[in-house]
């Protein structure tokens, strides 16, 4: 069967097929991509460092902000990730990096909300970096969700397990990690 043939009146289908792209095409790549995800080498590792920057941007405001960020970030990247999908015509293209960011800024969300060091940051970065890579269950499991939401929910988990453990190192070896004694 055709693709001519097969959902030809779905405008998702005709705008792939076609290459057309519109206003909000271009919107949803934009956000999938965060600028970043035509990196040629490791978009998902340049998407976390997006979120390290929201993270450190957002570090002279309460942590609310932070706690918000996460949350609106995850669900305009399940639409952007939904269309950019459609768009690729393909699961969870390498270069929609939307999911990364959200999933670095929940990884670093223990750091908001007690004294921190860039060294935290950067073990959060690396926690997150291993989850997301190995995709431990259930997050190899969540990837397989429908559009944006599989491309947005094993990141959410990968970065959930890299809290967990900062939230510990932090309780553990805080005076270590942030005041260098």
């Known amino acids: 069967m055709n693709a001519d043939n097969n959902n030809s009146s779905d405008p998702r289908v005709s705008a792939y097929i076609s290459g ?21 080498l490791a978009p ?15 570090t002279r405001v309460p942590s609310v902000f932070l706690v918000v960020a996460i949350v609106v970030i995850t669900f305009v990247g399940i639409w952007a990730g939904t269309r950019a999908e459609e768009l690729a015509g393909r699961k969870d293209p390498g270069k929609i990096v939307v999911d990364e960011v959200a999933g670095q800024l929940i990884a670093l969300l223990p750091l908001a909300f007690t004294p921190w060091s860039i060294k935290m940051v950067i073990v959060s970065f690396i926690l997150f970096r291993f989850f997301d890579i190995v995709k431990p269950y259930p997050a190899n499991r969540l990837q397989d969700l429908k559009g944006g939401l599989g491309v947005m929910c094993d990141d959410l988990v990968a970065g959930a ?6 939230a510990i190192v932090m309780s553990r070896f805080l005076g270590v990690l942030v005041y260098g004694t």
């Open 161 to 166: 397990y890299a809290a967990i453990i900062v």
């Open 20 to 40: 057309y792209r519109s206003k909000k095409d271009y919107l949803a790549l934009a956000v999938a991509t965060c600028g970043v995800g035509y990196m040629p």
């Open 44 to 58: 998902g590792t340049f998407g976390s460092l997006v979120g390290v920057a929201i993270f450190l941007a957002l």
